[in-house]
């Protein structure tokens, strides 16, 4: 009986778990109602006497090994129950991060400002708060010249010197009149109108200027370098140069891309003519280089202008311009995958 006993105390001294159901099995054999130290205790009184005190002995050792090995286990558990709760489980791997994306808008004006800026254009801003002069007056467009009309402003109404602006052209000014020629420099940035807010047109948009002075620049530079530039945005290599008129530049065209007719949605997009207007342009006129400071005798240049959300439509086929300005996570999460 006593080497039984001593065989249990070695198997208990031995003992370990990771898991508190082997632990609660462990104390229930040992220690528990019907467990052994139980039985051994009740078998106390039939051993001979002589035999008693090592008997004795033995049953206590094993009862102490049994409930020091329980104790141990339970707070080596409990601790590491503890660590969880407190730092959670650090051998887990990371949470995913989301990432955002770039808005379709900035993604057209970091593509048009890398095709310019490879063949020597700067990158230029200025105010969306412009005063008069910048906007208007400077662009050869004198107080009640009609062509103003052609803009609807927004003025701030205590000052009718102060409006938003409605184009980029007002950097043109802020720039010939800060920097002497050569000039080659693109200005991308949102401009104002009071028009009505429809699928097609918005109160807010963004347009890119261009500009370009030197000596002896020609309206077949403009041409050449508007052509290199619908190329290398949209991969078409006609364009069109339509007569018009902008206070600004004289001569003045509106320019047209062939866009093809391949597709129903080339039919729409394009009124079913396969060409696409994107901008207007010309050839600075003399009375803005003047207004600039900038000498016409010595100086000529071009100038361009065209709307980037017309292009990011085209380029993503986006049908209502009002979604760019919607913050949709639905619409925006769709540029993931460009940079
Ligand atoms: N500023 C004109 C507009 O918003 C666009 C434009 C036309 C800009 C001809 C130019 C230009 O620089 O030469 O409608």
């Not at 062509?147 to 102060?162: E, H, L, S, W």
């Not at 949102?190 to 918005?202: G, I, K, L, P, T």
Request: hydrophobic share 35%; with cysteine.
């Amino acid at each position: 009986m006593i080497d039984k006993i001593k065989e249990y105390i070695g198997e208990a001294q031995a003992f370990s778990t990771q898991t508190p159901a082997e632990l609660e099995a462990f104390r229930i054999k040992f220690l528990g109602s019907k467990g052994l130290l139980k039985e051994f205790f009740a078998e106390f009184k039939n051993v001979p006497n002589e035999q008693k005190k090592e008997f004795g002995q033995v049953i206590n050792l094993l009862k102490t090994s049994a409930e020091e090995k329980v104790k141990s286990i339970q707070e080596a558990l409990e601790n590491k129950e503890e660590s969880k709760g407190f730092y959670g489980d650090l051998t887990r791997s990371g949470e995913p991060v989301t990432i955002g994306s770039r808005h379709p808008i900035s993604l057209v004006k970091n593509q048009i400002i890398d095709i310019f800026s490879n063949i020597g254009f700067n990158v230029s801003e200025g105010p969306e708060i412009e005063d008069d002069w910048h906007n208007f007056t400077a662009l050869n467009l004198p107080e009640y010249h009609p062509a103003r009309d052609m803009q609807d402003t927004f003025f701030i109404q205590t000052d009718p010197d102060i409006l938003l602006r409605t184009h980029t052209s007002s950097v043109q000014v802020r720039y010939m009149e800060n920097n002497k020629p050569p000039i080659r420099t693109i200005s991308p940035g949102r401009v104002f109108r009071n028009e009505a807010v429809s699928s097609r047109s918005h109160c807010i948009f963004h347009q890119v200027e261009g500009l370009y002075i030197d000596k002896d620049v020609s309206f077949a530079d403009l041409k050449q370098t508007l052509l290199h530039f619908t190329k290398e945005m949209f991969g078409k290599s006609k364009i069109r140069l339509r007569p018009s008129y902008f206070p600004f530049t004289e001569p003045s065209a509106e320019i047209d891309i062939y866009w093809g007719l391949k597709t129903e949605t080339d039919y729409r997009i394009t009124k079913g003519t396969g060409w696409l207007e994107i901008g207007g342009c010309g050839m600075v006129d003399p009375n803005v280089l003047k207004n600039c400071g900038i000498d016409p005798e010595e100086y000529t240049g071009f100038a361009f202008g065209m709307g980037i959300e017309r292009i990011a439509m085209l380029n993503y086929q986006i049908g209502d311009i009002r979604m760019f300005y919607e913050n949709d996570v639905r619409f925006l999460e769709q540029f993931k995958a460009s940079i």
